[in-house]
């Protein structure tokens, strides 16, 4: 049950695209398509943003997308909007209703 | 409006026990698995517990097993977890997450709070 990793921080100015990176193994990311990437902002619950790799829930909007090559999965924030700097978290489950985590992303809007 | 509330958290002594709940409404709380998910402060989050709808499979994190206890009762909507033999290490805000299918998360609580001092 080891973390997947994801890189502490990722910045990028608004308007422009950045992109977090979500790395596991073959138990997780890569044994599954039910990769999911959670927003979080200072002192909120987290919220839902992408599910199985590459799904938006309804009014989630289209700026979010998700990839995945292998046992790493990406989260892509294009058009960069101050609001989207936040906590970004990647989630894969690993069977019989257990899930692991990423240690998750700081996201600076510049 | 779907909704999850938690509650039971407090300020609690190093060994003691802790129960745990979480009120669901606006879903069909039985067609669902759900999960505790838990933040220390100023951390990440870590997945703690899940349950499928019947409870027929109930898994745990390492660093958790054969403390906690994850259990529901579908008549009463309800989620719940019992932690015993608490450590300053299970100090975090608790959510109480509903899945819609395989680890897919998408209702969160607010959270409760679980403080273990020594």
């Known amino acids: 049950q080891s973390a997947l990793t994801q890189p502490p921080s990722a910045s990028g100015s608004p308007g422009q695209s950045v992109t977090i990176s979500c790395t596991g193994t073959?138990?997780?990311?890569?044994?599954?398509?039910?990769v999911s990437w959670y927003q979080q902002h200072p002192c909120k619950a987290p919220k839902l943003m992408i599910y199985?790799?590459?799904k938006r829930p309804s009014g989630v909007p289209d700026r979010f997308s998700g990839s995945k090559s292998g046992n790493t999965a990406s989260l892509t924030v294009s058009g960069l909007q101050t609001d989207d700097e936040a906590d970004y978290y990647c989630?894969?489950?690993?069977?019989?209703?257990?899930?692991?985590f990423g240690g998750g992303t700081k996201l600076t809007v510049l | 409006e779907v909704r999850l509330v938690e509650s039971g958290g407090g300020l609690v002594q190093s060994g003691r026990s802790l129960r745990l709940s979480c009120a669901a409404s606006?879903?069909?709380?039985?067609?669902?698995?759900m999960h505790w998910v838990r933040q220390a402060p100023g951390k990440g989050l870590e997945w703690v517990s899940g349950?499928?709808?019947?409870?027929?499979?109930?898994a745990y994190a390492d660093s958790v097993k054969g403390r906690f206890t994850i259990s529901r009762d579908n008549a009463k909507n309800s989620l719940y977890l019992q932690i015993n033999s608490l450590r300053a290490e299970d100090t975090a805000l608790y959510y109480c997450?509903?899945?819609?299918?395989?680890?897919?998360?998408?209702?969160w609580g607010q959270g409760t709070t679980v403080t273990v001092s020594s």
């Open positions: 997450v509903k899945d819609f299918s395989s680890g897919n998360l998408d209702v």
């Open positions: 606006g879903f069909t709380f039985d067609d669902y698995a």
């Open positions: 989630s894969s489950y690993t069977g019989f209703n257990a899930v692991v």
């Open positions: 199985e790799v590459n």
């Open positions: 073959i138990s997780d990311v890569g044994g599954y398509n039910y």
């Open positions: 349950i499928n709808w019947n409870t027929a499979n109930i």
